[in-house]
């Protein structure tokens, strides 16, 4: 089965930075599209940054900030977050579309960021 495991979420300060990483494994033929979505608390889950072979994309209360990459050799996306602020605390989750053979969309666990005052 595809998953998609998180990491590099934790505590810190605003104005400080994190970078979250997002690795896919299974049985993968090819990955579409990898991305980002937040959900803070009582709030609905929303976009955060998404990448193709070809192009990015990022929430206007992220851009300047936050920058999504990948390694397609790993088949990896990270988000590297800088000033941070309090309002980004949410649970980061990880999405793809992935052809495993038929396209389908995953969603990782989630990562908890949680930015201090």
């Known amino acids: 089965q595809v998953q998609l495991v998180e990491s590099g979420g934790g505590l810190v300060q605003a104005g400080g930075s994190l970078r979250l990483s997002c690795a896919a494994s299974?049985?993968?033929?090819?990955?579409?599209?990898m991305g980002w979505y937040r959900q803070a608390p009582g709030e609905q889950r929303e976009l955060v940054a998404s990448?193709?072979?070809?192009?990015?994309n990022y929430a206007d209360f992220v851009k300047g900030r936050f920058t999504i990459s990948r390694d397609n050799a790993k088949n990896t996306v990270y988000l590297q977050m800088n000033s941070l602020k309090p309002e980004d605390t949410a649970v980061y989750y990880c999405?793809?579309?992935?052809?495993?053979?038929?396209?389908?969309?995953?969603w990782g666990q989630g990562t908890q960021v949680t930015v201090s005052s």
């Open positions: 999405t793809a579309v992935i052809a495993s053979p038929s396209l389908r969309n995953y």
């Open positions: 990448i193709t072979s070809g192009s990015t």
């Open positions: 299974g049985p993968i033929v090819s990955i579409a599209k």
